[in-house]
C-alpha cells in the first residue's frame, strides 16, 4: 500500500474538482486540466478532499498507479491554483535568449537560432537566466529538458545551458594535465 495515495488531496478555495466518466478534471484561477483515471483505482470527491483508493485490495497491478494517481492529480490541483516553473541559467560568450509569451529564441552559438514554440508554457528572460512557467508540471519539466538539451553546460568552461541551482563538475584541461604530470616526473 502507498503511504502517500493514502493521503487525501486537500481543495483549496476556488478549485473546483469534477468528476466525469473515468476522468478527473480540474479548474482553477490559472486554467482548467483533465486527468485520465487508470482502471483499478477510485477516486471520489468529498467535503473539500479528493481521496483515492484501489478497488482491489493490495492488486499487484494498480499497486503503482495508486500513489501516482494521488500525485498526479495533487500536482493539477497545485498548477491550476499557483503553476509551475523552472529557471535555466544561460552562461557563455555570445549566448542570449528572447522571450515573446510562449515563443524562446535562443542564439547559443549555431550558424541559427533556435526557436521553441508551445502553448501551454510562458517563457521569460532576465539578464540570462530563462523562466518557464506554467500549469502543467509534467509539460514545464519536458520544456525545460528540452531546452538545456539544445546546449548542455560542458565540464571544461561551463558554457551553455544549465538548472538555476545545478553545479556543474569541471574538469581541468589538456595544459593542466601537462603541467602536473611534468610535475610529478622530475
Do not use: C, W
Not at 28 to 34: R, W
Not at 145 to 168: D, F, H, L, M, T
Amino acid at each position: 500500500m502507498s503511504k502517500i495515495a493514502k493521503i487525501p488531496v486537500i481543495l483549496k478555495e476556488g478549485i473546483v474538482v469534477s468528476l466525469e466518466e473515468r476522468n478527473v478534471k480540474v479548474s482553477g484561477s490559472k486554467g482548467n486540466l483533465i486527468f485520465k483515471i487508470p482502471e483499478g483505482i477510485n477516486v471520489e470527491i468529498a467535503e473539500g478532499k479528493v481521496v483515492i483508493s484501489q478497488q482491489k485490495k493490495n492488486d499487484i497491478e494498480t499497486r503503482s498507479l495508486f500513489g501516482l494517481t494521488r500525485s498526479l492529480i495533487a500536482n493539477m490541483v497545485k498548477g491550476v491554483s499557483e503553476g509551475f516553473e523552472r529557471k535555466l541559467e544561460l552562461s557563455g560568450v555570445g549566448y542570449r535568449a528572447q522571450a515573446a509569451g510562449n515563443t524562446l529564441t535562443l542564439f547559443v552559438g549555431f550558424s541559427h537560432p533556435v526557436v521553441i514554440k508551445d502553448e501551454d508554457v510562458n517563457f521569460t528572460v532576465e539578464e540570462n537566466v530563462i523562466t518557464i512557467s506554467g500549469i502543467d508540471k509534467i509539460k514545464v519539466g519536458d520544456i525545460a529538458a528540452k531546452v538545456r538539451s539544445i546546449r548542455p553546460p560542458e565540464p571544461y568552461k561551463g558554457k551553455g545551458i544549465k538548472y538555476q541551482n545545478e553545479r556543474v563538475r569541471r574538469k581541468a584541461g589538456k595544459a593542466a594535465k601537462a603541467i602536473g604530470a611534468a610535475a610529478g616526473a622530475k
